[in-house]
């Protein structure tokens, strides 16, 4: 069964230029979740899906992030205009609807705003 | 206000001895306890896990120790292998709340 897949891998952008990152979770897991490790700090939790709807957004920062799982299969989220300190690694992570302890986690996309 | 703490940053041990990594929170509502460990350019791997209503779970040379009332975790790797070295990150869930909250993590190095 294949695992989390985040894409891309590596994103290096200019302050003010659009970033959209993907995450493609575990076949069947309703439950999707982003992350985000910003350098020497704690990874962060920024929000959750079941299915295609939000049912967490508290962690995100600001409206400049926007976040979407439409038909409830993959997820988006999109960085508009990106700063400096959007800088960071950003997981995403899914969960069994059934399983509510183990999230599994992709391998990140680094994003670097320049 | 960081509500997960792993005071400290790294830890550096011999191959065969054992590892203790230690994790302190502060709110009393967290009532599962996880550890993940993440290699570098890989994202976190869940480790093992306790509920608040045990004070040990134990697989294989992992065993994490909860104490409730010293707002206290801790991971035992017994014997440390070389291919335990990575950062470990201990989080928490708490009540119908799926989002994890972590501490900042711990650089394991196990010497050979």
Same mark, same amino acid.
């Given at each position: 069964e294949a695992g989390v897949t985040q894409f891309p891998s590596h994103s290096v952008i200019e302050k003010g230029q659009t970033v959209t990152l993907r995450c493609d979770p575990i076949?069947?897991? #309703?439950n999707l979740y982003w992350y985000r490790r910003v350098m020497g700090k704690e990874i962060k939790f920024l929000l959750h899906f079941v299915k295609e709807s939000k *049912? #967490? $957004?508290?962690?995100?920062? %600001?409206?400049?992030f926007l976040a979407e799982r439409t038909g409830g299969t993959y997820s988006t989220l999109k960085v *508009?205009?990106? $700063?400096? $300190?959007?800088?960071g690694v950003y997981f995403c992570a899914s969960q069994d609807r059934? %399983?509510?302890d183990t999230q599994y986690f992709g391998p990140g996309t680094r994003l670097t705003v320049l | 206000d960081q509500q997960v703490k792993q005071n400290s940053p790294s830890l550096s041990v011999q191959e065969g001895r054992i590892s203790i990594l230690n994790c302190d929170y502060?709110?009393?509502?967290? /009532?599962y306890f996880l550890w993940y460990k993440k290699y570098p350019a890989e994202g976190p791997t869940f480790l093992i896990s306790i509920s608040s209503i045990k004070d040990k779970n134990e697989d294989g040379r992992f065993t994490v120790f909860l104490n409730k009332s010293a707002k206290h975790l801790s991971l035992h790797i017994v014997?440390?292998?070389?291919? /335990?070295?990575a950062v470990y990150f201990c989080a928490v869930l708490g009540g119908s709340n799926y989002k994890l909250t972590f501490g900042k993590g711990t650089l394991l190095t196990v010497n050979p």
């Open positions: 076949s069947g897991h #309703d *049912q #967490d $957004e508290s962690g995100m920062p %600001n409206n400049r *508009q205009p990106a $700063e400096l $300190e959007d800088s059934a %399983n509510t | 502060t709110n009393s509502m967290f /009532d014997p440390s292998q070389p291919g /335990d070295s």
